[in-house]
């Protein structure tokens, strides 16, 4: 709220630079985009994850991964067993129609 009654945008514009400005000619552009963009930038150093955390992320993610498969493997084996059970009920039915016929 206090940005928008101080008259901050709310978005940050592009930042244009003519393409014959140069170092050596002292071309320097300054604009409150470029500014806060750098400021976040050296603030987002400090907020990086170490590599040791993106290693624990993956490994946390392959666990999930796997757990999911043997889940879905697990799933699978019930509905193989399901399915032997109901074929064997089936048989047991068709017999004894058979020895009544």
């Known amino acids: ?5 101080q008259g ?12 014959n400005m140069t170092a050596t ?6 604009t409150p985009a470029s500014t806060s963009s750098a400021e976040e930038a050296g603030g987002s150093s400090s907020r ?6 993106l290693l ?7 666990e999930r991964d796997e757990e999911r498969e043997r889940e879905a493997v697990a799933r699978e084996a019930e509905r193989e067993r399901a399915a ?14 058979i020895s009544k016929m």
Request: net charge positive; glycine share 6%.
């Open 56 to 62: 624990e992320l993956l490994r946390e993610q392959g």
């Open 25 to 30: 000619t002292g071309g320097v552009v300054s």
């Open 84 to 97: 032997a059970v109901r074929t064997e009920r089936y048989l047991s039915l068709f017999e004894k129609l």
């Open 48 to 53: 990086k994850r170490p590599r040791d955390s």
């Open 8 to 19: 901050h945008h709310s978005i940050c514009p592009p930042l244009v630079v003519a393409s």
């Open 1 to 5: 709220m206090d940005a928008a009654l």
